[in-house]
């Protein structure tokens, strides 16, 4: 399991519940704060989170009946208090939660990453989250080169890399691209 630690105050929550760790956070910029498009959809059968995860996410305080999943093992679920949380079950389950009515905090993502392997040396890691309608693209820079997700209908994203990719670090920046194709906000990742 990995540690997770606060990387210049701009921890939303931490939560590790099983192998990973998910730090979610998010830089404080001037913009909308919108609640994402997945929080706000109908749901269906396919939003629940998998059965394995229920009885964690019960005690962590999550509204089961809100799941709303928005990616590849990616979920939006409310916290009672009037919290949205970001659930990430790529490795375990992990979360990080913001007030529903200023989920995104006047940033364009809330995100999160999560690792399986050694602190000292993952063999997978993934960065999923979730982004405002006028986010194009999201670019994770790696020692070795970038990789890019485009969010989806709900706003979900996620870029994963494999042992291969990790051998040459840790990624070091992700890049927020907006439907005008311009650089929205740059943020360094964290590298412990």
């Not at 995860?53 to 409310?78: D, F, P, W």
């Not at 063999?123 to 020692?143: I, K, M, S, Y």
């Not at 485009?150 to 979900?156: E, H, L, Y």
Request: aromatic share 4%; charged share 15%.
């Amino acid at each position: 399991m990995r540690n997770s630690k606060a990387h210049l105050g701009l921890i939303v929550g931490v939560l590790t519940i099983g192998v990973g760790s998910f730090l979610a956070v998010a830089a404080v910029r001037a913009s909308s704060n919108a609640t994402p498009a997945g929080a706000t959809r109908v749901r269906s059968a396919s939003d629940a989170l998998p059965p394995g995860l229920q009885r964690a996410a019960q005690a962590a305080g999550l509204a089961l009946n809100t799941s709303r999943n928005i990616g590849a093992s990616l979920y939006l679920v409310n916290r009672g208090g009037g919290d949205l949380c970001l659930v990430n079950a790529s490795h375990g389950m992990s979360m990080g939660c913001a007030p529903q009515a200023d989920f995104f905090g006047g940033t364009p993502v809330r995100w999160g990453m999560s690792e399986a392997g050694p602190s000292s040396a993952p063999t997978d890691l993934t960065l999923a989250g979730v982004a405002r309608a006028d986010v194009a693209q999201v670019r994770v820079v790696f020692p070795s080169g970038a990789i890019s997700a485009t969010p989806n209908a709900d706003g979900g994203f996620s870029v994963h890399a494999d042992e291969a990719t990790l051998k040459a670090g840790r990624p070091t920046q992700l890049i927020v691209i907006g439907k005008s194709g311009k650089t929205i906000e740059t943020d360094a990742l964290p590298q412990s």
